[in-house]
């Protein structure tokens, strides 16, 4: 789910403002995937900018609060969203941890950074979720500690049918501040692109992976 629309409207505006998040109908990108996109997402930009920064942060603190309540701990997930969450984390008075993509090579051999104790409750702070896969692996991590996943918040998803199958098969609930398609509506309203663009953003999101081939 995602929060009210007006929120949801501004953080897409505010995302598109500062090329946090990049369209291009006719010219694809190349996600790490090898999938050709018209959009280019990397929401750590908004950490430069302080008052989108502050507002995100207080979107996701307000997210959290509404949908799980207060938790033991805020998890961010590497790299992402470690600022992002650390952020939340300090706003809410309450203990931090991140996690990594994979368990570090040497020393402790970590895959939570950070102190979290078996039964502690978690929400976890992602900034981008396009399949779901990585976020929820950082759920699984947080969960073989023994803790509790009351739930995700995101700053933007996509909104792929696979990552909704993903998170109801992993019975994960997550809260995104900002979709697709609120921003495709917001980016139409403010020019960003015209309605000849909206058939090629809407078939990419139907089917990524043959998108532009």
């Not at 430069?48 to 207060?70: E, W």
């Not at 950074?113 to 990585?134: R, W």
Request: glycine share 8%; aromatic share 8%.
């Amino acid at each position: 789910m995602k929060m009210n629309d007006d929120s949801a409207l501004k953080i897409a505006e505010f995302l598109l403002q500062i090329k946090a998040i990049k369209l291009n109908p006719t010219q694809a990108f190349t996600w790490a995937s090898g999938w050709k996109s018209p959009i280019y997402c990397d929401n750590r930009v908004t950490l430069s900018h302080p008052k989108i920064r502050t507002y995100i942060r207080q979107q996701l603190v307000q997210a959290i609060q509404t949908n799980y309540g207060k938790p033991d701990v805020i998890a961010g997930v590497a790299t992402g969203a470690i600022a992002q969450g650390a952020l939340v984390a300090e706003a809410m008075g309450l203990p931090f941890v991140y996690v990594r993509s994979s368990a570090k090579e040497h020393g402790m051999g970590n895959l939570i950074e950070g102190k979290i104790e078996k039964g502690q409750s978690v929400v976890v702070v992602e900034d981008l979720i396009s399949t779901g896969m990585s976020s929820l692996k950082a759920v699984e991590a947080i969960r073989s500690a023994g803790c509790e996943v009351k739930g995700m918040v995101a700053i933007f998803t996509y909104g792929f049918k696979t990552a909704g199958e993903n998170f109801k098969k992993a019975k994960c609930k997550l809260t995104s501040l900002s979709d697709y398609d609120i921003l495709i509506k917001q980016a139409l309203q403010s020019n960003y692109i015209s309605e000849k663009d909206l058939k090629s953003l809407k078939a990419w999101r139907e089917n990524p992976s043959e998108w532009g081939n």
